[in-house]
């Protein structure tokens, strides 16, 4: 599928919205795999932070949910490369679990960081275009900070690890969102930037 475009550069913002909800949906999706492998893992090696993951889990699958929900009035369908997503994070959340406790809540605060700063430039955009799917953005984006909140309070240290794996892991979490957006992700913050929201 090739974008919408008029000869000013204009793409269809109907096109963007579908792909707002596949990547969200997709996303979400990808969340729910992490979270479950951490806490497969944490079960044993880390069973204190168990009901943490478990509630955050619970979050992320009524989010898939309501995405998944919002879909069929704006034409969407769910993302081509949902098995990415999948394997994605499943593989993600048992090597965090196994690099450690504190490796846990370095994935949550990379991915959640990442997702946050997409969720700014689907606001953005969205405001005057679907204030429906902007009001449903914004109440999940409070949910998904305060994963990112319980994260960054929950690391005994920020060493070498925090400094190393928190880009590469935020860096792929945008490469996902990008191939899930056909490129739209960077498409909506240039037009935010230029346009002085970025």
């Known amino acids: 599928m090739i974008n919408p475009s008029s000869n000013a550069g204009m793409r269809d913002p109907d096109v963007t919205v579908r792909?707002?909800?596949?990547v969200n949906?997709?996303?979400?999706?990808g969340a729910i795999r992490i979270y479950?492998?951490?806490?497969l893992m944490a079960r044993r090696l880390f069973p204190s932070i168990v009901p943490a993951l478990e509630e955050m889990r619970e979050d992320e699958i009524e989010h898939c949910r309501l995405f998944r929900e919002a879909m069929p009035g704006r034409r969407a369908r769910p993302c081509r490369v949902m098995a990415f997503w999948s394997l994605g994070g499943s593989v993600l959340g048992i090597l965090t679990a196994l690099?450690?406790?504190?490796?846990?809540w370095i994935c949550t605060e990379a991915v959640e960081s990442t997702v946050h700063r997409h969720l700014e430039d689907q606001l953005?955009?969205?405001a005057q275009r679907d204030p429906e799917l902007h009001?449903?953005?914004?109440?999940?984006?409070?949910q998904e900070l305060a994963h990112l909140r319980k994260a960054e309070d929950s690391q005994k240290?920020?060493?070498?690890?925090h400094a190393l794996l928190l880009p590469v892991i935020g860096a792929l979490t945008d490469?996902?969102?990008w191939l899930s957006t056909w490129g739209d992700s960077s498409w909506m913050r240039a037009e935010m930037t230029r346009a002085g929201r970025g």
Do not use: D
């Open 19 to 22: 792909r707002i909800l596949k």
């Open 25 to 29: 949906h997709a996303g979400e999706f």
């Open 36 to 39: 479950g492998a951490q806490i």
């Open 99 to 104: 690099g450690g406790r504190n490796m846990i």
């Open 124 to 126: 953005a955009f969205l």
């Open 135 to 142: 009001a449903l953005i914004a109440s999940i984006q409070e």
């Open 157 to 161: 240290r920020r060493g070498l690890r």
């Open 175 to 177: 490469l996902m969102i």
